[in-house]
């Protein structure tokens, strides 16, 4: 099983759309966890960090499923400033040196 | 801006060239990384340095030498590539623990031919 792993893209949708993307992981030590947006040709950048509760951030909801070690990120009312790929990201040791990162979910969103 | 600036954007080298690519960090930051990433391939860790000590070196070919002179700097020398090693190498910093929180600097992208 691949360390950190998300759904196959791409995903192609209008605007105003709801779209969810998933992402699973193999260690159950993992300690932390992201998603980064990376824009074509561009560095990545954090979009939120993925609490055990649950957290929002305005249109983006992620979520943390510690028992089935799985992780989403829901982003309501798409834009089209929201295509891009998107990275689920998982530490992978308690010491917090190294981040694991899925090879990235890509979003279209058309007008 | 996020803090991490990167030189050069662009290279192009010789499999027989030396070069190095630089990044400095802005952030007051403790840890310094370098990734690597290609085509249809996740990121790959290749070094980390905290408080300018290596912690990790993620089993990278001997022709990639880094270098942190002080916490704020960091340096990827190259010497005799191969053209597998064309990709996007991304430095960045944070501040360090549990909590990773991962500033990265735009990128050299880098050929070889």
């Known amino acids: 099983r691949k360390e950190v792993e998300q759904d196959p893209g791409p995903f192609n949708v209008p605007e105003g759309a709801t779209v969810a993307f998933n992402c699973t992981y193999s260690?159950?030590?993992?300690?932390?966890f992201f998603w980064y947006r990376q824009d074509c040709r561009k560095e990545p950048k954090l979009l939120m960090s993925v609490y055990s509760s649950g957290n929002e951030d305005g249109r983006f909801t992620a979520q943390l499923n510690r028992a089935s070690q799985y992780i989403s990120l829901l982003i309501r009312d798409s834009k089209l400033s929201d295509s891009a790929t998107y990275l689920c990201v998982v530490n992978s040791n308690q010491a917090g040196t190294a981040l694991i990162f899925g090879k990235g979910t890509t979003l279209s969103v058309s007008s | 801006e996020t803090g991490v600036t990167q030189t050069p954007r662009h290279l192009v080298m010789g499999m027989t060239n030396k070069k190095s690519l630089k990044c400095e960090q802005h952030l007051g930051h403790n840890a310094m990384y370098w990734y690597k990433q290609s085509a249809k391939k996740p990121l790959e860790l290749m070094f980390v340095y905290s408080l300018e000590e290596r912690v990790e070196n993620n089993s990278v070919p001997s022709r990639f030498s880094p270098e942190c002179p002080n916490s704020s700097h960091l340096f990827l020398h190259l010497h005799t590539l191969q053209p597998e090693d064309s990709a996007l190498y991304l430095c960045a910093s944070s501040q360090g623990g549990v909590d990773e929180k991962l500033f990265f600097g735009s990128g050299t992208q880098l050929s070889v031919l």
């Open positions: 260690n159950s030590a993992s300690q932390s």
